[in-house]
C-alpha cells in the first residue's frame, strides 16, 4: 500500500499541502501558526477577503430558512433578487441571469446557449467557435476546447471538439511587432480573425469568445485600445456572437463591474464567477442579452442543459450580499484607487529591474512577467519552473499570489499575478509589492548562481 498523508486528492499527489484553519480580511491563518496575505484573492476570488460578517451573517439567516429547492420545481427569492441586482438594468443589453457553480460551468452554458440560439433561428450550420491562443476558459471539456491554455489541453487534445479554433490573442508584449502601432496590430489581428471567418465560411460561425483582460493563462493581459470595438464589428458584420469571459476579469476587478465597460462594447453572452460570490459559495453565472432568450422562448420555449445545483438559494444569498457590500462601500472607487498604487508600487519596484519585462493590468488585477533578457524578451529556461519557486519563496514569507508558467505560448515564459481583496489597505498593498519583491530577488539570486 502507498504511503499517504491525505485521503483528500489535492493538486500535488506528492505532498500535502498546510491546512487553513481561519481568516480574517485579506489574511489567511494556517493551522502551524502563520499569517498569510492572500494577495490573489485565491484565483481572484476572494474579492472582499475572508469572513467579511455581513456576508457570513447573510449565509447564516438564509441556511436558516431555505437551503436548497431544486429549480425544476421552485425559484427562490435569494436568486430573483440577485438577477434583479445583476440584469435588472440590462447593462449592454444583457437581460436575464443562469446561475450555475463556477467558471467552467458558466461558459459551457454560454457555449451551449449561442448554438442553441442559432438552431432556434434556423441556422443550424453556425457550429463554429472561434476564441484565441494562450486563453484560458475552463476545465470541463467544452471549456477546455474553447481555451488555448496549450499545457492544460495537451493530455485531453484527443477529446476535444474541433468546433473551436483559435486566433491570435492581443497581447502587445509579444505578439506586436516593433514596427507597428497598437493601432496597426489592432489592425492585423482583426484582418486574422475575419481571414478565420473566411476560412471557416462566416455563415458557419456561433460566437467569437474571450477574455476581456486575460487571467492566469498570459497574466492580466489588456487589449490595445479599439480592439473590442473591431472585434464586435466583425461579429456584428457575420451575424455571430460575442462571447466575453469575465470569469476572473468582472464584477469590479478591474475597477468597472464589467470589465467590457471600459472597451466600450458590450457582449451578447457574459460568463462571471470568481468576484461574483467572493468565495463565500461555489457560483457562477452566465449572463445573456434578451434578443437571444426571447428567440429561445418564443421557440421551443426552453434552454435545453441544466445542473443540480442551479441557481442554488444558499449560493445567491451570498453572491447577493457580496454585490450588496461592493455597492454599499462604494469598493468600485477603491479598486481604482488601490489599482493605480498597485500600479505605481509595481513600476517603483520592478520597472528597471533587469529581469522583469512587462507590467500590465488594470484594477486590482496585475501582472509582472519575468524574463532572462529584457532586451530580447527572452524566457527563462522552462525547466527552472521558476514560476513555481517564487510562488513558494512568497508563501514561505508570508504571501499568497498566483504565478503561472508557459505564458508565451503554453511551454515558455513565467508571470506571477496578483489580485488583491478590494478591501486591501493602502498599507497592505505596500506589503504586497515588497514581499513580491523580496521573493523574486531571492529565487533570481538562487538561479543566477
Keep these: ?103 467552467s460551468e458558466a461558459i459551457e452554458a454560454s457555449i451551449k446557449l449561442a448554438r442553441q440560439y442559432f438552431i432556434e433561428r434556423g441556422e443550424p450550420q453556425r457550429q463554429h467557435f472561434i476564441a484565441r491562443r494562450q486563453s484560458y476558459h475552463g476545465n470541463t471539456l467544452g471549456a477546455l476546447a474553447a481555451g488555448g491554455n496549450a499545457w492544460r489541453r495537451a493530455p485531453y487534445a484527443p477529446l476535444l471538439s474541433a468546433a473551436f479554433s483559435h486566433v491570435t490573442p492581443a497581447f502587445a508584449y509579444h505578439e506586436k511587432h516593433d514596427d507597428e502601432s497598437d493601432a496597426q496590430f489592432v489592425a492585423r489581428l482583426a484582418a486574422e480573425l475575419e481571414a478565420e471567418f473566411q476560412r471557416l465560411g462566416p455563415g458557419t460561425v456561433a460566437a467569437f469568445l474571450a477574455e476581456p483582460v486575460v487571467g492566469a493563462t498570459a497574466g492580466a493581459v489588456t487589449a490595445p485600445d479599439g480592439y473590442f470595438k473591431a472585434v464586435r464589428e466583425i461579429c456584428d458584420r457575420h451575424g455571430a456572437l460575442l462571447i466575453l469571459d469575465e470569469v476572473m476579469s468582472g464584477m469590479g476587478r478591474t475597477g468597472t463591474t464589467h470589465a467590457w465597460e471600459q472597451e466600450g462594447v458590450a457582449p451578447d453572452i457574459q460568463a462571471i464567477a470568481k468576484g461574483l460570490g467572493g468565495g463565500y459559495q461555489p457560483i457562477g453565472a452566465m449572463l445573456a442579452s434578451g434578443k437571444i432568450i426571447d428567440t429561445i422562448r418564443s421557440g421551443s420555449g426552453a434552454f435545453q442543459h441544466g445542473h443540480t445545483y442551479l441557481a442554488h438559494p444558499l449560493a445567491c444569498a451570498a453572491a447577493l450580499a457580496v454585490q450588496d457590500v461592493i455597492r454599499d462601500d462604494n469598493l468600485l472607487a477603491q479598486v481604482k484607487e488601490r489599482g493605480k498604487q498597485l500600479e505605481q508600487r509595481l513600476t517603483e519596484r520592478f520597472g528597471n529591474h533587469r529581469h522583469v519585462g512587462d507590467i500590465r493590468g488594470r484594477g486590482l488585477f496585475w501582472a509582472i512577467e519575468l524574463v532572462a533578457d529584457r532586451a530580447s524578451r527572452t524566457s527563462f529556461d522552462p525547466a527552472l519552473k521558476l514560476h513555481q519557486k517564487i510562488k513558494a519563496e512568497a508563501f514561505a514569507n508570508g504571501l499568497g499570489c498566483y504565478p503561472g508558467g508557459g505564458t508565451v505560448d503554453g511551454v515558455r515564459g513565467d508571470h506571477v499575478l496578483l489580485a488583491p481583496p478590494y478591501i486591501a489597505s493602502a498599507d497592505e498593498i505596500d506589503q504586497i509589492v515588497d514581499k513580491l519583491g523580496t521573493a523574486v530577488d531571492n529565487v533570481l539570486r538562487s538561479v543566477n548562481h
Design 1 to 103: 500500500m502507498s504511503t499517504r498523508t491525505s485521503r483528500v486528492l489535492h493538486r500535488s499527489l506528492r505532498e500535502t499541502p498546510p491546512k487553513a484553519i481561519g481568516g480574517e480580511g485579506i489574511y489567511l491563518f494556517a493551522e502551524d501558526g502563520r499569517r498569510v496575505i492572500d494577495a490573489s484573492g485565491g484565483a481572484a476570488v476572494s474579492c472582499l477577503g475572508h469572513q467579511h460578517p455581513r456576508v457570513i451573517a447573510a449565509m447564516a439567516k438564509q441556511a436558516s430558512t431555505l437551503a436548497y429547492a431544486h429549480t425544476a420545481f421552485f425559484s427562490s427569492e435569494p436568486a430573483e433578487a440577485l438577477a434583479e441586482r445583476l440584469v435588472g438594468h440590462e447593462p449592454g443589453g444583457l437581460a436575464y441571469a443562469y446561475f450555475v457553480s463556477g467558471g
